[in-house]
Structures are given as C-alpha cells and as structure tokens.
C-alpha cells in the first residue's frame, strides 16, 4: 500500500489521511482555457532530450552484469525491454538510474510522453506538485472555482506592487519629524512587505476582503487603547530598551536586533527577533515584532500613517482588486446544509498571506533559503556584547575571532554532555529514557567533530557576525553558491509546492524497486491520486454523475437488488413503502435506489477523495491494458471496514452504513469488469495494504488488493475469481511477518516478499536520503532531551541547583529570574545544535544528494515480487527464443494465470498449510549499495571529508 514515509519504518496507506491537501493537478479544474501556463508546464513535466536518454541507455547496456542488453535508443525499447507499469504517484523520470529505464516517446526529436499522468490529465507522470494559485492574483476573474484571464507572470506584478508600496511608506517615515527619529524609521522595502505589516495590523486593507462584518473602528480604538496602557505601565520599546527593567531580562543580541542592526525581512514578510515571555517561565520563545502595534514607541502616530499611505497606494493601483482573485480562488466560500454562505474571516486567510509573503522574501533574497541562517541568527543572538565587539573589532586578527567562535562551540557541546551527565542519574526519567539519552552521549563528540569539518569548509568568517546583506541573508561563499541557487531553484520556486514535492518519493522508490531486479527491465510510470486534494466544483460534478449512473445501472442487477433487499429486510419494516414487496414488481429497483440517492450527496462530499481514487485508479487500469503492459505494480489503494449495525432499528444510520458497504462492492465489482474488458492479459501486482488486518472481502476489504465479492457470490452461485490480481504482503529481514501487513482470506492468490527497510531510489529534489543516513549516525536530541529541557521545570530547578546557579538563600522572585534566564540559554543552545544539524544535511543534500533511501511497508513488497516475476518472465521468453517482448502480451505462455503459476512452482511456501490456504513468499530481491556518501564534497573542496560509515 502507498506509505508515506521519512524515517525507517513510518507506515499506513496516505489515502486514509484525507486531511492533507495538495493542490489541483488538472489544467481543465484550476484554469477556465483548461492549460498550463509554459512556467508551470515545465516545472510539472521537466524535458528530457532524446541524445540524453540514448546515451543512458548505451551507457546502461555497456555496465550491465546480469543479463545482455541488445538495445540502445529508445525506438526499439518496447521491443528490448519487459515493461512493467507504475501505477502510483509519479516516477521521477530524470532519476540518474531511471532515466535508461523509462519508456519515453519521442517525435521528430521531441519527447512527447512518459507514461501517462491521471492527476495532471496529461502525459507525463512525473511526481511533481506545482502550485497555479499565484496565477489568481491579478486575474481577470474567478468563475466555478476556475482561474480566468491569468497573467503572465503575476509574481512580476506582485513583488512591483509591494516595492512601490514600501518605498511610499518608507518615504512617509522619513517625512514624519517624529518617526524619523524613532525605531520605526527602520521600515522599509528591506525589513517588511506589505503581507508582513498586514498580518502585524488586521486593519491595513480595507476592502474586507479577509475581515467582513469586522468593526474597524472598534478594532482601531481597541489597539490604541491597549498602547496606551503599554505607555502607562513602561512597557513600550523604545531607543531606551536596555535600561527599561521591563526587559532586563533580554539576551544582549535581541537588543542590538532591535537598537542597534537594521532590521531585515524575514520569510514571513517582517523582521524577527526572537524573545521569551517575561513573567512567564519555561514558555516558548516569540517574536517581539509580533505586538509592534502596540509595544513600539510613536505607534499611535505610525498606524494612522501606514493606513493612510496604504489607502492612497489602494487607490492609485487598485491592489485589493488584484488580490481579491487570489483570496476567493484559494478560499472560495462554502456553503452550509442549509445553503447559507460561510463567511470569510481573517483566520482563513492567515495562511494565504504567508504564501504571499513567503513568495515575496524569496524571490528577493538571492540566498533566502541558506541552510545555516536559523544556526547564525541563535548563535549572534547569544553573543555577549563583549564578544560581539571583539568580533566586529578592526583590530582583532582573523585567528582570533575564529577562537572566539570555536570556543562558543565548545562551550555548547560541553554544556550539553553536562546535560546529559546529569539527566542519566536524574528521578526526572524512565530507565529507558536515560538508556536513550546515553546513546546521544556517545554521539556528542562524533557530531562535534563533524560540525567542526563542515564550519571549518563555510569558513569561520561566517560566525563573526557581520551584519547580514540588504537581501536579508548573510554573505555566502561564492563557491558553492550556484549549487544553492539551483537547489532553491527546483524546490522553492513559487509555482511549486516545496511541502508537497518533497514527499513526492513513493512512487519512483516503488520504480527503483522494479528495475533492479533486472536490467531488461522497463518502467512505465503511470500517475493516480494518492492523497487529498483540493476541491473542484467541476471535476466534483462529472466524478458524482458518472458515480450516481454507473451505480444505477448496477444496482439494477437482479442478483444486486436480490442481496440488497435480503440486507434491508430489518430496516424496510419502519418504511412506509416497502422497496422489497412483490407487488413492487419491476420498480423494486428504482424505489430502492432512491433511498440511497440523498445518502449519497453527503457521502459524497465526505469522502470524495474514494470516487475520484476509484475512477482515476480504473482509467489506469484501462491504459495499461492498452498499452498491452503485461506486469503493473500497484502500491496504493483505500480500505473499508464494515460499520457495526446501529442500535434500536436506527433507520438512516444503518441504511448509512448499508449504502457506504454497497458502494465499496460496486467498486470491486466496476474494478473486476475493467480489468476483465480492457486488460484480460495484465497480471496486476498489488500491495495488501499496511493496516495490520485480516482482508475476508466482506467485513473487511482493500482496494485494488482484494477484489472479491463474497457477500454477492451466494447470490451468483458461484465464487468471485480474477487471475489477473496478485496481492502481496511483507516479511521482515527474518522472513516473519511484519506487524503492519494485511493478510487476505479471499480467492485471491497471496504471496509474500520483503517489505521492511528497503533501500531505492527516490526522488532527486528530496533530502529523505541524506536525512536517514545522517540519522543513523549523529543525529542528537531524538529522544527528547534537547528539545524540551528548557520547559522542563523539575528537571531544570534541579541541575541548576547541582551546578550552584540556584541556592537556598535566594528569594522566590530571584529563583523565577534565574530560570527564565536559563530556560532561554538552554533552549537557545538546543536550537543552534539541532539548526546546525539540519544545515550540515541540508548541505549535503544539496551539493551530494543521496537519492536513496529506505522505505518500509507493503508497497515496497509488492515490487519487488513485480520486479521478481519480469526476471522470470523474461528468463522464460529467452527459453522461447523470443526477442521482440511486445509479442508477450497476447502470447498463451504468458498468461497471468501461467505466470502466477510459475511463481508458485519457485517460491517456498511460507509456513504450510494454515487456517487461511498454502500462501508463497518470495525471498528475492535486488538492493541499492549501501555504501553512498553522506558528504563526499564540501563547498570549494577546501577540506575533503572522508566516507562516514
């Protein structure tokens, strides 16, 4: 089953998880012109050319160890190479050891299809999530939920619309005789955009675009009143701050962010400088810009200023009617049971702001998305002022600051093993909790000693914190620059979906799989839905209309109308008119279904996710037929479990639960008769699924794996068989099973293959692989420790008791000082050791990417029996002296059910004759090498760093 996964052994199949959102994929749901525009297109479907993919696979035929490859372009890779079919998420095409593997079409030199992409409704089924709402903003107009009249490029648009409105602002600052003296002056295209002051002040736009109903001027006299209650009790930032004992509490770099540096944007379109909440220990740390509108000294002159600047910049650019395309295309409003429009608030929209303002920082920052800003931005905050001067000092050498920082770092690592020392003889832990706090002792100094390698590559410079660049990032070394601009290039472009892409690896680990079994092994991605996805009032209506037939005509069966009746038997007696009664007669079919047809409009609406996965699932099965693909893998699909009857006759929760198990046999059935009518000589290898569950096909069943039909067998006199479906559990390293597989109790034939921990290939732009392996080596606070020490209050008291910072003498007050102090130096520690642990795999990922990692659960079995059985099917067409392998899909020797044959007869038997049937396992696989370098190359090649093992 599909498994979304990013540590070893994460399972479950991802189309339970409905919740997660992607956007939609299809031209013809987001824009009314039904195409991409060419900057998208090229970012969903990248462009391979055809010299490219025949040198691959020259290259391909000239290394290969188990088996002659004859064939070397890519006109004769149908004939050459045993296709087998991907139905899964997407496979990255571009993958260096899958691009010789894919089946691409080319025309007159021009790469006109690899696979085909169901999601997308196009022709390549490359794993991408591209994101086509900024294409709403400045649009002409949004019409059922589609995008009309796009521009160009509306990114252009947006970042000239926010610099014309910070410069208008910044220049009203400079004009104000107060505010020009005040911190407020530091303002200005460089520190903010306008979704950064917007989410600071609620009432900077005023068309109520996200605020209906909103009372402003009650808000406006809320927020002065709560500044005037700052101003009364001294609590204002001011150019005072550091005598202000309000904040004494401070760490010396907060008050040189906000006093003294400039103030620099940060991804949320504001500046950040990071504080804890005084008066309230062991809390989280905060921004303080946060509460700008009423904690900085002269807001009660700036508010109205930056409304009045932002009105007269509303008017000149109409700006609020260029965004209201973007808000109503990525919040339309819904619509109640009682068809009452919910209404817009600012809640829904925070997240929206974010993405504009996200967009805007990091088309403006050339190094926005360096990996060791967050580490720099802890470290200089927790830099003493001393030190901070030294470091900044023109007479100071370049060794000695370097001291002064290598000394900092060691000073956190032995305050840490500190930590450590102590929480292993604390009564704060389980015996358990401090066996795991002992390992990440141990990896301490391993760690240390790498960061140390990774530092003394960026170069020590980096740590004497200089003031950071007008784009907001600190100046990087131009070595390696480039590989970071294309790195945030492929991952942060603003037509993308960075979240959503990087989990984007299921598919193309599923392909990795495959392929190595055999190097005459091709693949043919084919791309389905795999999780939620963004609501379209159009595709919505053509998936419910075709449902709503289809399930008509079935229902209209006699051997269905038999069953069903037999099943409403108890609750028909509380009907009026009962459906089911001889005199009934031919209608009997119409009158039931019409009990169901308002059932259906609000399963539908509740699980929608099942019939667009249904159909889009079907489609394929339908092309791979006809592509005559004689192996597909299948390592997705959804579940059902029967619902418990409800008590006392409760009419509509049963016929509920009624109508939620016939759709799920309607599904088997239409999925059993499209396979059948369009792909009879297909042998369909499906995962079993990761739920832990007996699958009897009645009670329990999982979409495509289990395709019987029990419940209607006793009706048709006969039981529910399909030759053309292999379901396939998982097993551990020792051949037992593993604790998240299914097992079938159907007709369907099962077998066994590895399934725990399987290392391949996934995709290029995700970092899972350089994670893992880290990891697995020195990865520290994974228990815990690091990340909650500082809120930990017992635990805390205590080690500042041993270490004598807390003593009997002091008073309650001076007690609660001392661990607010402490609870922000720890913390501020914990997150510069686990920033820099992100930065150093980050790094690698980006300059050695590990396009590998290991991935458990069904899905991973399911190939590999996929890629088991290609092996023998082509072992067995070179028996027949058969070259040409698209004459296997008709042949009578390979037939699914010959083909399951065969790997009955070479695979053992896993555990006898049991309670269930003589299931098989099938013990071999092909793996990656694992010996892949987490670094093999630092920026400059000023050091070289060995091979981790």
Same mark, same amino acid.
């Given at each position: 089953?599909?498994?979304?996964?990013?540590?070893?052994?994460?399972?479950?199949?991802?189309?339970?998880?409905?919740?997660?959102?992607?956007?939609?994929?299809?031209?013809?749901?987001?824009?009314?012109?039904?195409?991409?525009?060419?900057?998208?297109?090229?970012?969903?479907?990248?462009?391979?050319?055809?010299?490219?993919?025949?040198?691959?696979?020259?290259?391909?035929?000239?290394?290969?160890?188990?088996?002659?490859?004859?064939?070397?372009?890519?006109?004769?890779?149908?004939?050459?190479?045993?296709?087998?079919?991907?139905?899964?998420?997407?496979?990255?095409?571009?993958?260096?050891?899958?691009?010789?593997?894919?089946?691409?079409?080319?025309?007159?030199?021009?790469?006109?299809?690899?696979?085909?992409?169901?999601?997308?409704?196009?022709?390549?089924?490359?794993?991408?999530?591209?994101?086509?709402?900024?294409?709403?903003?400045?649009?002409?107009?949004?019409?059922?939920?589609?995008?009309?009249?796009?521009?160009?490029?509306?990114?252009?648009?947006?970042?000239?619309?926010?610099?014309?409105?910070?410069?208008?602002?910044?220049?009203?600052?400079?004009?104000?005789?107060?505010?020009?003296?005040?911190?407020?002056?530091?303002?200005?295209?460089?520190?903010?955009?306008?979704?950064?002051?917007?989410?600071?002040?609620?009432?900077?736009?005023?068309?109520?675009?996200?605020?209906?109903?909103?009372?402003?001027?009650?808000?406006?006299?809320?927020?002065?009143?709560?500044?005037?209650?700052?101003?009364?009790?001294?609590?204002?930032?001011?150019?005072?701050?550091?005598?202000?004992?309000?904040?004494?509490?401070?760490?010396?770099?907060?008050?040189?962010?906000?006093?003294?540096?400039?103030?620099?944007?940060?991804?949320?379109?504001?500046?950040?400088?990071?504080?804890?909440?005084?008066?309230?220990?062991?809390?989280?740390?905060?921004?303080?810009?946060?509460?700008?509108?009423?904690?900085?000294?002269?807001?009660?002159?700036?508010?109205?200023?930056?409304?009045?600047?932002?009105?007269?910049?509303?008017?000149?650019?109409?700006?609020?009617?260029?965004?209201?395309?973007?808000?109503?295309?990525?919040?339309?409003?819904?619509?109640?049971?009682?068809?009452?429009?919910?209404?817009?608030?600012?809640?829904?929209?925070?997240?929206?702001?974010?993405?504009?303002?996200?967009?805007?920082?990091?088309?403006?920052?050339?190094?926005?998305?360096?990996?060791?800003?967050?580490?720099?931005?802890?470290?200089?905050?927790?830099?003493?002022?001393?030190?901070?001067?030294?470091?900044?000092?023109?007479?100071?050498?370049?060794?000695?600051?370097?001291?002064?920082?290598?000394?900092?770092?060691?000073?956190?690592?032995?305050?840490?093993?500190?930590?450590?020392?102590?929480?292993?003889?604390?009564?704060?832990?389980?015996?358990?909790?401090?066996?795991?706090?002992?390992?990440?002792?141990?990896?301490?100094?391993?760690?240390?000693?790498?960061?140390?390698?990774?530092?003394?590559?960026?170069?020590?410079?980096?740590? *004497?914190?200089?003031?950071?660049?007008?784009?907001? +990032?600190? #100046? =990087? !070394?131009? $070595?390696?620059? @480039?590989?970071?601009?294309?790195?945030?290039?492929?991952?942060?472009?603003?037509?993308?979906?960075?979240?959503?892409?990087?989990?984007?690896?299921?598919?193309?680990?599923?392909?990795?799989?495959?392929?190595?079994?055999?190097?005459?092994?091709?693949?043919?991605?084919?791309?389905?839905?795999?999780?939620?996805?963004?609501?379209?009032?159009?595709?919505?209506?053509?998936?419910?209309?075709?449902?709503?037939?289809?399930?008509?005509?079935? *229902?209209?069966?006699?051997?269905?109308?038999?069953? +069903?009746? #037999? =099943? !409403?038997? $108890?609750?028909? @007696?509380?009907?009026?008119?009962?459906?089911?009664?001889?005199?009934?007669?031919?209608?009997?079919?119409?009158?039931?279904?019409?009990?169901?047809?308002?059932?259906?409009?609000?399963?539908?609406?509740?699980?929608?996710?099942?019939?667009?996965?249904?159909?889009?699932?079907?489609?394929?099965?339908?092309?791979?037929?006809?592509?005559?693909?004689?192996?597909?893998?299948?390592?997705?699909?959804?579940?059902?479990?029967?619902?418990?009857?409800?008590?006392?006759?409760?009419?509509?929760?049963?016929?509920?639960? =009624?109508?939620?198990?016939?759709?799920?046999?309607?599904?088997?059935?239409?999925?059993?008769?499209?396979?059948?009518?369009?792909?009879?000589?297909?042998?369909?290898?499906?995962?079993?699924?990761?739920?832990?569950?007996?699958?009897?096909?009645?009670?329990?069943?999982?979409?495509?794996?289990?395709?019987?039909?029990?419940?209607?067998?006793?009706?048709?006199?006969?039981?529910?068989?399909?030759?053309?479906?292999?379901?396939?559990?998982?097993?551990?390293?020792?051949?037992?099973?593993?604790?998240?597989?299914?097992?079938?109790?159907?007709?369907?034939?099962?077998?066994?293959?590895?399934?725990?921990?399987?290392?391949?290939?996934?995709?290029?732009?995700?970092?899972?692989?350089?994670?893992?392996?880290?990891?697995?080596?020195?990865?520290?606070?994974?228990?815990?420790?690091?990340?909650?020490?500082?809120?930990?209050?017992?635990?805390?008291?205590?080690?500042?008791?041993?270490?004598?910072?807390?003593?009997?003498?002091?008073?309650?007050?001076?007690?609660?000082?001392?661990?607010?102090?402490?609870?922000?130096?720890?913390?501020?520690?914990?997150?510069?050791?686990?920033?820099?642990?992100?930065?150093?795999?980050?790094?690698?990922?980006?300059?050695?990417?590990?396009?590998?990692?290991?991935?458990?659960?069904?899905?991973?079995?399911?190939?590999?029996?996929?890629?088991?059985?290609?092996?023998?099917?082509?072992?067995?067409?070179?028996?027949?002296?058969?070259?040409?392998?698209?004459?296997?899909?008709?042949?009578?020797?390979?037939?699914?059910?010959?083909?399951?044959?065969?790997?009955?007869?070479?695979?053992?038997?896993?555990?006898?004759?049991?309670?269930?049937?003589?299931?098989?396992?099938?013990?071999?696989?092909?793996?990656?090498?694992?010996?892949?370098?987490?670094?093999?190359?630092?920026?400059?090649?000023?050091?070289?760093?060995?091979?981790?093992?």
């Amino acid at each position: 089953m599909f498994t979304r996964i990013t540590t070893l052994l994460s399972l479950f199949c991802l189309l339970t998880l409905v919740g997660c959102l992607n956007q939609r994929q299809d031209p013809a749901t987001i824009f009314k012109s039904t195409t991409m525009p060419k900057v998208i297109e090229k970012l969903a479907n990248p462009q391979v050319d055809l010299k490219t993919v025949e040198e691959k696979i020259l290259a391909s035929s000239e290394t290969s160890e188990t088996s002659e490859t004859s064939g070397t372009s890519v006109n004769n890779h149908k004939n050459t190479f045993l296709d087998v079919a991907v139905i899964d998420n997407g496979v990255d095409y571009l993958h260096p050891e899958l691009i010789s593997r894919v089946h691409f079409n080319f025309q007159d030199g021009n790469l006109i299809s690899a696979g085909k992409d169901f999601l997308g409704n196009d022709n390549f089924a490359y794993p991408s999530i591209v994101d086509a709402s900024i294409f709403a903003f400045g649009a002409e107009k949004i019409e059922n939920g589609a995008i009309v009249g796009p521009l160009e490029d509306p990114v252009a648009l947006l970042l000239f619309l926010n610099d014309e409105f910070m410069k208008r602002l910044e220049d009203a600052i400079q004009s104000s005789p107060v505010l020009n003296k005040s911190l407020l002056r530091k303002i200005n295209v460089s520190s903010f955009n306008i979704f950064g002051l917007k989410s600071l002040y609620p009432l900077l736009f005023e068309g109520d675009i996200a605020t209906p109903g909103t009372n402003k001027d009650k808000m406006r006299e809320e927020l002065l009143k709560n500044y005037s209650e700052a101003k009364r009790d001294g609590k204002l930032v001011t150019k005072d701050l550091r005598n202000n004992p309000e904040y004494k509490l401070l760490q010396a770099g907060v008050f040189r962010k906000i006093l003294d540096q400039p103030w620099l944007m940060s991804y949320d379109g504001s500046p950040y400088a990071s504080v804890y909440s005084v008066g309230s220990s062991y809390s989280r740390s905060h921004d303080l810009f946060d509460e700008m509108q009423i904690k900085f000294e002269d807001a009660d002159i700036f508010l109205p200023l930056l409304e009045k600047t932002y009105a007269d910049f509303n008017r000149d650019f109409q700006f609020e009617e260029k965004l209201k395309t973007y808000v109503q295309y990525r919040h339309p409003q819904t619509k109640s049971s009682s068809n009452i429009a919910t209404p817009l608030t600012i809640d829904s929209y925070s997240d929206t702001y974010y993405t504009l303002a996200r967009i805007i920082w990091s088309e403006k920052s050339k190094y926005a998305f360096d990996v060791l800003d967050s580490t720099l931005e802890e470290y200089c905050t927790d830099v003493s002022d001393r030190e901070y001067a030294l470091l900044n000092s023109s007479e100071y050498g370049i060794e000695q600051k370097t001291e002064i920082a290598k000394s900092k770092f060691d000073s956190y690592f032995e305050q840490v093993k500190k930590i450590y020392t102590f929480a292993k003889s604390s009564p704060d832990f389980s015996i358990e909790t401090k066996e795991s706090f002992e390992r990440e002792f141990e990896r301490i100094t391993p760690y240390k000693n790498l960061l140390n390698q990774f530092i003394n590559a960026r170069g020590y410079d980096l740590f *004497f914190c200089k003031s950071k660049n007008s784009l907001g +990032s600190y #100046d =990087l !070394l131009n $070595d390696f620059t @480039k590989d970071y601009q294309r790195y945030n290039k492929l991952t942060q472009n603003p037509y993308v979906n960075s979240s959503k892409n990087k989990e984007q690896v299921h598919g193309t680990h599923v392909a990795g799989i495959i392929s190595k079994q055999d190097n005459n092994i091709g693949i043919v991605p084919v791309r389905v839905l795999t999780e939620s996805q963004e609501a379209s009032e159009l595709a919505d209506n053509n998936i419910s209309a075709r449902f709503l037939a289809e399930f008509r005509n079935w *229902f209209t069966d006699l051997t269905v109308q038999r069953a +069903s009746c #037999d =099943l !409403l038997k $108890d609750l028909i @007696k509380n009907l009026e008119v009962n459906p089911c009664s001889e005199s009934a007669g031919n209608a009997s079919a119409e009158k039931l279904f019409k009990l169901f047809e308002p059932i259906f409009k609000k399963k539908f609406s509740d699980s929608r996710i099942d019939y667009h996965f249904f159909y889009q699932l079907n489609d394929a099965l339908k092309y791979v037929g006809e592509q005559k693909i004689k192996l597909a893998n299948i390592s997705l699909g959804t579940s059902f479990s029967r619902g418990i009857s409800s008590p006392n006759n409760d009419t509509r929760k049963n016929l509920d639960k =009624l109508f939620d198990f016939l759709v799920f046999e309607f599904f088997k059935f239409q999925t059993n008769k499209t396979i059948k009518q369009y792909a009879p000589n297909t042998l369909f290898v499906v995962a079993a699924g990761n739920d832990g569950a007996w699958l009897d096909g009645r009670n329990r069943s999982a979409l495509p794996c289990d395709l019987s039909t029990p419940f209607l067998d006793k009706y048709i006199g006969s039981p529910t068989t399909n030759n053309n479906v292999l379901c396939v559990g998982s097993i551990g390293p020792e051949q037992e099973l593993s604790s998240f597989t299914n097992i079938p109790l159907t007709q369907i034939p099962f077998v066994f293959s590895f399934g725990e921990a399987i290392l391949s290939t996934i995709k290029t732009t995700n970092c899972s692989g350089n994670n893992s392996d880290f990891n697995a080596k020195f990865a520290l606070n994974q228990n815990g420790l690091l990340s909650n020490f500082g809120s930990n209050k017992s635990f805390l008291e205590n080690y500042l008791t041993k270490e004598g910072i807390i003593t009997p003498n002091q008073s309650a007050k001076e007690k609660f000082e001392l661990l607010d102090k402490f609870s922000v130096y720890f913390n501020t520690i914990f997150e510069i050791v686990k920033s820099s642990q992100h930065a150093i795999t980050q790094h690698s990922c980006i300059t050695s990417p590990k396009n590998h990692d290991r991935l458990s659960g069904t899905s991973m079995a399911s190939p590999a029996v996929a890629g088991y059985l290609a092996k023998m099917v082509l072992a067995k067409a070179k028996a027949f002296a058969i070259e040409d392998m698209s004459t296997l899909y008709n042949h009578p020797e390979f037939t699914p059910a010959k083909i399951i044959q065969m790997l009955m007869e070479n695979a053992p038997a896993y555990g006898g004759s049991s309670i269930v049937r003589e299931v098989r396992k099938v013990t071999d696989i092909g793996m990656y090498d694992e010996n892949i370098k987490l670094l093999k190359r630092l920026p400059g090649n000023r050091y070289s760093i060995k091979v981790l093992k």
